[in-house]
Structure formats: C-alpha cells, structure tokens
C-alpha cells in the first residue's frame, strides 16, 4: 500500500503514474498529459523533486505528442530545472523552441546536448535547421499561403486531398459522427469531408462524405487512385488495453456514395502502424507511413499496389531519416512531397519535394518559406499537376496545436517589357508597329500608343529579337534577354528611328579639337551608323557636319566637309557601299533649330530658338554661350533615297 501511494504522488485519492503510464503506452496522449498534469500539480514537497521532474519529463512527451510545443517546451524545461536525468530532455527542449521559431534559444539547447552526446545525428540536424532557418525567412519563395477559412472549424482540418475537382479532407469539427473524443487527441474523432465548386467556379461549404464511409472510429489522410473511384484511407485502430495504432483501409466509390471501408494489408506485420496513404499518378504503387523497424521514428516506405506482400520497398536514407518522415503526396511518378522532422527545416514538421534521379536515387529540397513555418506543415496537394496551386495543412499559430487547411499559389511571374518609340529629336512615334520574337517560340506584335509607348509580358530566361518600324521612318532592330531569377521584373527597350524627311542627329561623336580625327570614344556610335545600314540596305545618306560660330566661314566649311568624310571613310571601312554615301560640310551657315529634346537636355533654351550667331551673342552668361556653341557643333545625316539597288 506504501508502494502504491509512493507511487501516485503525495496522496493515494490522486491519479497514479501508473494510469498515466497506461494512457502513453496507448497513445493516449491527452488523457496521459491531464493525468501527468494532476500529479504534476500535488508535489509541491521538496522531497517530491525528483518525481517532480519524472512527471514534467512525462508531461512534456504527451505534449510534444499532441504537437503543442510551447506547452512541452515549457515542461522539458522544468524537467531539466528539477534534475531529470534523462538527457533527452535537453534535445526535446530544443526540438520544441525550434518547433516554437525561437532559433537562438534553440541553437543553444542544440549545443547543450551535442557536448554530452557529441554523436546524436538528429541533434546536429535540427542544429543545421536553426541556424539555417533564419536564412530561409529572409529569402520567402514567391508561394504564396492563405488561411483557408472556408474548410476550417474550431478544431482540427487537415490533410486535403484533390479528387478531380472534388477536395476531400479529415476534420474534427463538432458535425463528425459519434460524440466521443479521441484519447488521442481530446478532440471528438475525425471523420472525412469534402467541398465542391459552383458553376462560377466557386468554393462551397464543406459536407460529410456520402456513404458508409464515416464511423464512430477516426477516419482521415485519404488518397485516391487514378480513376477516382477507389479511396484508400486511415483508420484508428482501438481497443481496450490494446495500444492505438493506425491502418489502411480502401472504400469504394458508386453513384456518388462511398462504401464501407474494408481493411487493405500491405504485410502480415500486425503490431506496426500504417498510415498516409499516397497513390502514385500511375497507379502501380501506395506510398505510406509506418514505424516499421527501418531507419527510425516513423519512415515513408511503398508497396506494388497489385501485388503487395513481397514488394515492400523502404524508400531509403535520402527519404529517411532517424525522425519522422510522413504525408507523402505523389504530383509525379518522379515527383514526390513529403514532411519531416528529420531533415533541416524550420521547426517541427516541414515539407519537402524529392525527385527520383534518372539512377533512382532521390534528390530533396526544403520548399521554403512560406510554404514551412516554426510550426507542422504538411498534407500537399495540388489542383493540377502542371501548376503550383493547392492546399496543405499547418499548425501555424495556434497555441492548441490544432492543424488548418491553407491554400497556397505560385503566381505567374509578371516580366514585362516596357519602351518608348520617338525619332532623333525625341518626338514620340504614334502607331509605331513593335514586333518581339523569343527563342521559346514567342512571337508578339504590338503599335504604340500616341505617347510612342509601348509594353509586352514576357518569358524568363529566354532570349528576344525586336523590330520598330513606322511610316516615314527607318526599321531599327535590337535584342536582349530576360534572366533566370524567380522574381517580378521589368525591362525597358527604346527605340529611335530615323527619319525619311528630316536630319537625324548622330549623338556622341567627337573628334579632336579643331581637326576631323576621330576620337576613339566615337567607336560605339559609328558602328550603331553602321549596322542601322545594314539594317536597312536599301537607303543611301548623306552625312553632314556642322561647327559652331567661332572661326571664319572658309575655315569652318573645310573643317566640318573634312569631318564628314571622316565618319564616310570609317562607314566604308566597316563594308558599307561607297556609293550609298555622301557627305557634305556646312559649317557655321545652318545653326541648329532647338528641339524638344534639346530643350530637355538644355532648359535655358525653349523649342523653336534658332541658335543663330546673333541669338548667342545676345544671351547675358558665357556659359549659355559655350552651351549653345556646343549644340550647334552636330554630326547628321538625311535620308536621300529608299531604293537603292531595288530594281
């Protein structure tokens, strides 16, 4: 009797560890953590102390169980402040502040229990996780996650899973068949619902499943075969004194009503739970979850779904890890989602996406934020398997620990191309014609607008050419490409044409001070000269050169004639046809005409000024004088025929 009362804590009228005990052994985690939580609250001696901390480490388990971290964080720690010598209570506390997002506390539980148990794999993987975790937050995909309100109760809505257009998912809510309570969970047992749209495309209200699908048992985490017409699904496996596991079961779809479900056996292991199910796109095998003797904790492993027994196949240590692996989703044969524990993530559950290799190994990825959180994240499906739309469950801000159904989205990249179309003197080209051709095969035309504006959506990482052509002027031609970043972008391409009536201006050629020698900085606009030409090889021009005021009428007509032939010899070096040039010397006897772009680029002039040698003289500053000498000293050439060796 003294035994027993020891035993129970400070009173025999208390619960007992031993009931306690019993509840864990069977699951039983929410009746295990009231029971722990009674016994917990009468040591209150110091003699108690050492059972004190028993009990903590014991209530924070049923906790951690339940996946209400901060509560079992909360408990591990007064495990440890009251001596438990259990050393794992030092790695669960840091795997609950990591489950909780607090990385640096976590860090330092990590590396606590690494100088004791230098070894532990699973301690050095939720290390690289915390430390990695704050990276991912300030890098979010472009995912993005929405609280699916509609499909959501009070209690718990998890694991969606499309069906065609139909979404089926387990839930809690106070509408489930049967009154009892999971000892499980606390909550009343799960049941299978699914929400349909209307004809505007438009989620409605959830219902039950038709059928006899539906128990006083917990039903949930279904998937579906090609067809449709075959569920396979979980099912609580619960009786007196007999520990609660879980199993799969099939239930078959007619006229809209589903079948009793009937149980599906994937081995002749009776004492190993099996859960999650996930049939491949093809339909030759069932993925699922089990805490079969494998690489630890609970492992995702297949099975043929025609053969079973004998095909079992464990999916390895790239899938596997000494945690917990579950919830596989197939989008692909090659494609698989899945969530752990035991792989670097945020905290807690995080799901990842692993690609079968060519040579049968899997390639994993974390998929980031927001898809992850501190919290459980899990149970991913999508709508279609060629776009990334979808639900999938989280725990993610509730203190209870209870999952919700999220919708998430990856929105098309907005990668625009903006521009402006305008002739040389910057006057905006209305009902320009745009044409862009992309190496993918894309091939896009537009006019511009009578501002000369113009926009396209365009592709990543793909290469365009473009052409702008109008009525009265030059085609001009450009190319670029986008890049490869996952991110909104706009780029920005202007053309200028050149017109078939007036002087087109030739910016940024120099020569040298009072000579026709060619500077090297006029390399780049002599070659665009070059290739618009080309471009164009039916024209023939004429160049002209002018100077500015300073000097006599003879002198600056030689000068600008030589300066004009100087751009003619370069053309004619870079293989254009002699006899498509001219060239011709003005001088100082055609002062140039301001324009809206001079005007933009020189605000003391207005348009229409003619910076005449009288016009500078009268103007009171020196430098508007040097500025307008500057303006008039120009390189142009005119357009003087279309046709050039058309006939």
């Not at 839930?171 to 999971?182: A, F, L, M, P, Y």
Request: aromatic share 10%; net charge negative.
């Amino acid at each position: 009797m003294l035994v027993a009362c020891l035993l129970g804590g400070t009173s025999c009228r208390g619960p007992k560890i031993a009931t306690a005990d019993a509840q864990m052994a069977r699951g039983e985690y929410y009746d295990a953590s009231k029971t722990y939580r009674k016994i917990y609250n009468k040591l209150t001696k110091k003699t108690d102390r050492p059972l004190r901390g028993e009990v903590a480490y014991k209530m924070a388990e049923a906790h951690r169980h339940l996946n209400q971290s901060a509560r079992a964080a909360a408990a591990y720690q007064n495990a440890i402040r009251y001596g438990y010598p259990d050393s794992l209570a030092q790695l669960y506390l840091a795997q609950m502040l990591h489950a909780e997002g607090k990385y640096t506390p976590a860090i330092r539980a990590y590396e606590e229990f690494l100088m004791r148990s230098p070894e532990s794999a699973i301690a050095e993987t939720g290390l690289r996780g915390a430390r990695m975790s704050q990276k991912l937050k300030e890098n979010p995909t472009r995912y993005v996650v929405k609280n699916a309100k509609l499909f959501n109760s009070r209690r718990a809505d998890f694991a969606p899973m499309f069906n065609d257009d139909v979404l089926y998912f387990t839930t809690t809510n106070e509408k489930v068949t049967g009154d009892h309570r999971s000892e499980i969970t606390g909550m009343k047992k799960s049941d299978i619902w699914m929400a349909r749209k209307n004809e505007q495309g438009q989620w409605q209200r959830p219902e039950p499943v038709e059928g006899e699908l539906n128990s006083e048992m917990d039903e949930g985490i279904i998937s579906f075969s090609p067809d449709g017409n075959t569920m396979y699904l979980t099912k609580a496996r619960r009786a007196p004194n007999y520990n609660t596991g879980v199993e799969l079961f099939t239930s078959q779809r007619n006229d809209a009503q589903w079948s009793s479900p009937v149980k599906f056996d994937v081995t002749n292991d009776t004492i190993s739970s099996f859960g999650h199910p996930a049939v491949s796109p093809s339909g030759e095998y069932l993925y699922f979850t089990s805490d079969m003797p494998g690489n630890g904790g609970k492992d995702i492993w297949r099975v043929n779904i025609k053969d079973r027994i004998g095909t079992l196949e464990n999916l390895g240590d790239a899938i596997n890890t000494p945690g917990d692996e579950v919830f596989p989703y197939l989008l692909t044969d090659s494609i698989m989602y899945f969530s752990s524990d035991g792989h670097p993530g945020l905290g807690g559950l995080d799901i990842f996406r692993a690609e079968l290799r060519p040579d049968g190994s899997w390639s994993v990825s974390n998929v980031g934020v927001p898809l992850n959180s501190a919290a459980d994240d899990f149970g991913m499906t999508f709508a279609k398997s060629d776009h990334p739309e979808g639900f999938f469950s989280s725990n993610r801000g509730d203190a209870r620990g209870y999952d919700h159904i999220y919708s998430f989205e990856l929105p098309d990249l907005k990668i625009v191309l903006t521009g402006y179309v305008t002739d040389h003197d910057e006057e905006p080209i209305g009902g320009a014609v745009v044409r862009i051709v992309g190496n993918d095969g894309s091939n896009q035309r537009t006019a511009t607008r009578p501002d000369g504006s113009f926009s396209f959506p365009l592709n990543r990482g793909v290469s365009y050419a473009m052409m702008a052509g109008a009525r009265g002027y030059l085609n001009a031609k450009q190319e670029f490409s986008t890049d490869t970043t996952e991110t909104d972008a706009e780029y920005g391409v202007d053309f200028m044409l050149a017109s078939l009536s007036k002087p087109n201006i030739v910016e940024n050629i120099f020569y040298d001070f009072d000579r026709a020698t060619l500077r090297p900085e006029s390399q780049e606009a002599l070659d665009g000269l070059a290739e618009m030409l080309r471009d164009n090889p039916n024209i023939t021009i004429e160049m002209t050169s002018h100077t500015d005021r300073v000097g006599t009428e003879e002198y600056n007509l030689d000068l600008s004639h030589r300066r004009a032939k100087a751009v003619i010899d370069y053309l004619i070096e870079s293989g254009i046809a002699p006899d498509r040039l001219q060239y011709q010397g003005y001088g100082k006897t055609k002062p140039k005409t301001v324009t809206k772009r001079v005007a933009r680029l020189y605000p003391q002039f207005k348009e229409g000024d003619v910076l005449t040698e009288d016009f500078i003289l009268a103007l009171p500053e020196e430098a508007d004088r040097q500025a307008a000498d500057q303006i008039n000293r120009r390189t142009e050439f005119n357009i003087l025929s279309v046709d050039y060796k058309m006939y």
